[in-house]
């Protein structure tokens, strides 16, 4: 019976960097040089990325779920519950805190997850439905463009769904780019709530990303390890450590790799190599912190509305609702 409400309306034909090999040696050559934070996760990057969720100094996960347990009756009494489509959907952990609102009045949920990661959709899929008896999962396996053109027509409004302060991983443009696509692929009433990392005292922030377990450090080095076996390179960890920098007037931190020594580095498959001198910086990772008029801003300018805010004081983040004008 589970089976019967899960259906697939898109699926991602399989590894979502099956075809990046041009984009890793044009990030090799430009200035500074560049690993897309895709590489974080792989299996290994993954696991030590949930180690650092879980530990004291990274906070982003456990406030984010605190405030959702806190304000899940505000959310609804606000917006009603309309279906629910969620973009990095991933294990869907905080999500249930939501459904769960549902789930104690016997409403009906329509749950569009959106992920391109077709495993891990699947299975969250098969336990969500096995635990809220009146839910039914539409899977959309997929990049959130193509994802966001596959939803089908809504009769009332929705609920677009971007937590994990995952907004705040996304250059610039990157950011305008994917709220055009949410406001274009919208309809007037349909609302977003955005989980999104404030501006703070910076000690903060440096703790996050320098774990005393040194998860965090770890599940961006292992970046290179993952080029390793997938391109045959042959990257040497111990040359290269990690840099975490918080920019304050910027609100932006920045994750890279530091090259200790002059070396080069074959990548076989690729036929490529490249070569790093000793104190080279590459990017890996980018984490904007905001400030909560400036998002709001933001989203203006995108064609959504501020509804409310609920900040958590001692760590600075926020869920942020919006509805679409």
Excluded at 85 to 110: F, M, N, P, Q, S
Excluded at 114 to 136: G, N, Q
Excluded at 213 to 233: E, I
Aim: proline letters at 5%; glycine letters at 8%; charged letters at 25%.
């Amino acid at each position: 019976m589970t089976e019967g409400r899960i259906r697939y309306l898109a699926r991602s034909t399989g590894d979502p960097l099956a075809e990046d090999a041009p984009n890793v040696i044009r990030n090799f050559t430009r200035s500074p040089k560049r690993i897309s934070s895709l590489y974080v996760y792989d299996k290994r990057g993954t696991e030590l990325f949930e180690r650092q969720c879980g530990t004291p100094e990274y906070y982003l996960r456990r406030v984010e779920s605190q405030l959702l347990n806190r304000h899940a009756g505000d959310i609804a009494a606000l917006c009603g519950f309309p279906p629910i489509v969620e973009l990095g959907a991933g294990t869907a952990e905080k999500t249930r805190i939501l459904l769960a609102e549902y789930a104690g009045r016997a409403l009906r949920c329509d749950y569009f997850p959106i992920d391109v990661d077709m495993e891990t959709l699947a299975e969250s899929a098969r336990k969500l439905v096995s635990v809220f008896p009146f839910l039914f999962v539409h899977c959309l396996g997929a990049t959130y463009e193509k994802a966001l053109s596959a939803l089908p027509p809504c009769a009332g409004p929705r609920m677009f769904m971007f937590l994990g302060s995952s907004l705040g991983n996304m250059e610039r443009l990157e950011i305008d780019g994917l709220l055009r696509q949410m406001f274009e692929h919208g309809a007037p009433g349909d609302y977003l709530l955005l989980g999104a990392d404030l501006d703070k005292d910076p000690a903060i922030i440096d703790r996050a990303y320098n774990d005393s377990a040194g998860f965090g450090p770890r599940s961006t080095l292992n970046m290179l390890d993952h080029l390793n076996r997938r391109y045959v390179g042959n990257f040497v960890m111990d040359n290269f450590r990690y840099r975490s920098h918080y920019d304050s007037l910027a609100k932006r931190n920045d994750v890279r790799i530091e090259s200790l020594v002059d070396q080069s580095v074959t990548l076989a498959s690729l036929g490529f190599e490249v070569s790093f001198s000793a104190a080279e910086l590459l990017d890996a990772e980018v984490m904007w912190k905001f400030d909560p008029d400036e998002l709001g801003e933001i989203l203006e300018r995108a064609g959504f509305s501020l509804m409310r805010r609920w900040i958590e004081p001692v760590y600075r983040y926020g869920l942020f609702l919006f509805i679409h004008k």
